[in-house]
């Protein structure tokens, strides 16, 4: 069964830097696309970045230039930088996997921005 654990998420005023983690309990090659996805208060479950695995990345719109997603693949590691940060970033922040038979997702990791 995979895992997948998010850290780094907290609270920050607006205009900071978090970074968040996303490791995964086997190695990243197993799956087809990765990505973070965000779920405000009232709100739907939206794509924040993704990558495939031949390299193409995506973003949404509203975090396009500000957020980076990269990975580790010797540490089974997805991060994503975020950086200028935004009260209407404020999310619960989930990792995504997907091997192409099954989806898999992480517990979330709470991001407040202060304004």
């Known amino acids: 069964q995979v895992q997948l654990v998010e850290s780094g998420g907290g609270l920050v005023q607006a205009g900071g830097s978090l970074r968040l983690s996303c490791a995964a309990s086997g190695t990243l090659y197993s799956f087809r696309v990765m990505g973070w996805y965000r779920q405000a208060p009232g709100q739907q479950r939206e794509l924040v970045a993704g990558?495939?695995?031949?390299?193409?990345?995506n973003y949404a719109d509203s975090v396009q230039g500000r957020f980076t997603i990269s990975r580790d693949n010797a540490k089974n590691t997805v991060y994503l930088q975020m950086n200028s940060l935004k009260p209407e970033d404020t999310a619960v922040y989930y990792c995504n996997a997907y091997s192409g038979s099954s989806d898999y997702w992480g517990q979330g990791t709470q991001v407040t921005v202060s304004s």
């Open positions: 990558f495939s695995r031949g390299g193409t990345t």
